[in-house]
Nanobody
Framework: QVQLVESGGGSVQSGGSLRLSCAAS????????MAWFRQAPGQEREGVAFINHNGVLNYGDSTKGRFTISLDNAENTLYLQMNSLKPGDTAMYYC????????????????????WGQGTQVTVSS
């Protein structure tokens, strides 16, 4: 069972930086997809950054060039470095992990994002 615990949120002024952490356990390093999502009040949940076991990184259009996702395998921790923060980045940020399957030929299949942390609040003031 995958378990995720976020930390590192807080309040910062526009232009500042924060680093979010997500302590992860129970996933397979040879087959995973992990991500950060965010949701502001009254808005739909938005994908912020994604990382897969094959090293592929993807970012949402609004965060590309400012946010960086990384995974420290030794510490079992997913990070989101957020720079040049804007008031529009204010939201609850969630760490997520996809369910995966590995067949007898070791082929990895990424399913839906099924595992979620409790969220950490990020507030950016102008």
């Amino acid at each position: 069972q995958v378990q995720l615990v976020e930390s590192g949120g807080g309040s910062v002024q526009s232009g500042g930086s924060l680093r979010l952490s997500c302590a992860a356990s129970g996933f397979t390093y040879s087959c995973y997809s992990m991500a950060w999502f965010r949701q502001a009040p009254g808005q739909e949940r938005e994908g912020v950054a994604f990382i897969n076991h094959n090293g592929v990184l993807n970012y949402g259009d609004s965060t590309k060039g400012r946010f960086t996702i990384s995974l420290d395998n030794a510490e079992n921790t997913l990070y989101l470095q957020m720079n040049s923060l804007k008031p529009g980045d204010t939201a609850m940020y969630y760490c997520a992990a996809a369910a995966t399957t590995v067949d007898d030929r070791r082929r990895c299949t990424i399913l839906d994002y099924r595992y979620w942390g409790q969220g950490t609040q990020v507030t950016v003031s102008s």
